[in-house]
């Protein structure tokens, strides 16, 4: 990609599962991470660190957290129907 103009945008299609790193070549300091899902269940968690996920239907499942310097961590999680589903992940370096 080129460095855009102040307001530009550059739609970029990610077509690939996994992480995408993002930075500027003028400024070594400047990051992002990209997480990219094949699936549509999927959440950025708020400043506190909370997440919601909706819509997930009843079954078993492997919930992945993903951190640029943890690394993913994998928590096996059930879903029953019409009842909140409730779960602590601890990120560790």
Known sequence: LALPNKGQRI???????GTVRVDCDA???MEGWIY???NPYYA???ADGKFS???VPPGDYKLVAIHPFTGP???AVTVEENKATSLTIELKK
């Not at 739609?11 to 599962?17: G, Q, Y």
């Open 11 to 17: 739609p970029v299609e990610l077509k690939r599962a």
């Open 27 to 29: 400024h070594g300091w």
């Open 36 to 38: 990219v899902v094949d």
């Open 44 to 46: 950025v968690t708020g």
């Open 53 to 55: 996920i909706t819509d």
């Open 73 to 75: 961590i994998e928590q």
